[in-house]
C-alpha cells in the first residue's frame, strides 16, 4: 500500500476510534462485522480491550472472506493474499509483512481458537477501507475485489431421496401419471426455492430406478422388487430436470442391499440371491462385504451402466461403505478379510479403508474414461477424524468419524484427485460443542484449497423444526450459508432433503429464494 493511503486510512482509523470507547463500558451488544455490505458470520465477535478501546477483530474470517489463504500451525498463522505474505504469532506485538516487521497496537490474541487482531492493522494490510457506526454497532469492510463465487457458478443441490419413498415417489404403487406428476412439481417448486440441481437416490439398495441388466427394479417404484413401473423413471428425470436448466446427479447407496435382513423378500435376479456369500446381516439389513474384490466390481459395473446409457451431469456416492454401528455389531468379515488380506495390511482397518480407496479410484477411472465431463463426487460424514486422534484432524469431539468408524479415507480421495467434489454431511450448528459446525467447515476448506477438488456443502435442512438446541429458525441455514461463502472455497450446497424445502418447513424455501435472488 502506498504511504499516503497507508496514512489515510490511519487517520481516518483515529478519527473513528474515539467513538469506539463509549461502548467500552457496560455490556453492550455485539459488534457485528460487515465485508461488502455482507454480513460475516464468526462465533467469536469484534470487542473492545479494556482501557486502550483497541478494536479487536477475528482474522481468520476476514482474510478467508477476502479470498486469502490461511494456514494455522503451531499458534503461528501465515496469510497469503495475492503477493502478499503476513505472518503472526498468538500473543506477539510484531508481524511479519512480506519480510519486513510491522508493530501491533495490542498483541495478537486468543479466544475461542480463533485469532483475533487489531483493526488497524486487517486495514492497513489487507487493502479494506473501515467503516464504523457506533449506533447499530456495526464496523463495514469495504474491499474492491470480488468477494464471493459467482451465483452462476454456484451448485446449489437437493439430495432426493427414494428409500422408504422419503422424497419421491410419496410412496409405492403410485401409476406412471401420478410418480411423474409428483416428480414435475418436486423440480418446479425446488427450481422456484433457488435450486439448480437434484441428487437423486437411483440405487438406493441394490436395486435401480431404471431397467437394468444387472440389478432389479426398486420396490420403492411399485411396491414388489423386480416389478417393471411401466416406464424408464430415469430418462423422465432427467429430461425433466435439463428442460428446466437444472443438472441431474445420480446418487448410488454401493453397498447396502436391503434395508432389513430379509432375503426372502428380494426378487430372484437381486445380486445378493445369487451369490450369498457376498452378503454380510449387519445390524437388522443386509450389506454387500466391500473387502469382496468380486463385488466391487460389480458395483462399478451397475453403476457404469447409467454413465454410458444416460445423460446424467454426475455420479454421487452416500456417505457410507462400511456401516455404521460397528461398536454395537461388528461387521462380520473375518473370513474376507483371512482370504483377501494375505499379509499386505497389519490390521483390519487398514486393509478396509484400502477397500474403500481402491473402489472409489477405480470407479473414478472409468467414470473419466467414459465421459470426462461427468462429475464424481461423495458426501463423507461430516469429520474425518477428532483432533485428539490425529493432530491434522478437526478441532471437535464427535462420537463418530469417517476414518475410524466407516473405513472412508476422504483426505486421500482429495489428495489424489480421485474425485472431482467433495460434499461432506456438516449436520451440526455453530453451538454443537462436539462439531461445531464453522470449525467442521474450516477443516474442509482448508483440506481442499489448493486442490482440484471442489468443495460443497451438505445442509441439515432436514433438522429445521426438530428439538434439536438451534434448528428453531431458518437462520442457522441462512448463517451457515453466508459462512460458506466467506471462506473463499466452498462453491455449493447440497440440502437434505428436498421434502424439507417443499415443504417450506420454518419458512425455509421462502428464505431460500430470497437469499439466492440476492
Known sequence: MKFSRLMLVVMVFFCIAPSFSAFAAGKEKEIQLFLNDRRIVTDVPP??????????????????????NVDWKNRVVTIYQNNNVLVLQENSKT????????????????????VLVPLRFVAENLGVTVDWNGTARTISLTSEQDTYPKEENELRGAWVSTVYNLDWPSKSGLSKEQQQAEFTKLLDDLKTTGMNAVFVQVRAASDAFYPS??????????GTQGQDPGYDPLAFMIQEAHARGMEFHAWFNPFRVSVDDKLQNLSSDNPAIQHPDWVVKHQGKLMFDPGIPEVRAHIISAIMEVVNQYDIDGVHLDDYFYPYGQNVEPFADDQTYATYNQGNFNNKGDWRRDNVNQFVRELGVQIHQAKSHVEYGISPFGVWRNVKLDPTGSATTAGVNSYDDLYADARAWIQNGWIDYIAPQVYWNVNTKAAPYDKVVDWWVHETRGTSVKLYIGQAAYKLGTTEA???TADTIINQLDYNQQSGQVTGSIFFRAQTLQKNVLGIADRLQAYYSR
Not at 441388466?213 to 411399485?222: A, R
Open 47 to 68: 470487542y473492545l480491550t479494556p482501557g486502550t478501546n483497541i478494536t479487536m477483530v477475528p482474522l481468520r474470517v476476514i482474510s478467508e472472506s477476502l479470498g486469502a
Open 95 to 114: 508481524v511479519t509483512v512480506n519480510g519486513a516487521q510491522v508493530q501491533l497496537d495490542e498483541p495478537a490474541s486468543m479466544r475461542n481458537s480463533r
Open 213 to 222: 441388466k444387472l440389478v432389479p427394479w426398486s420396490k420403492y417404484l411399485t
Open 470 to 472: 438451534g434448528w428453531g
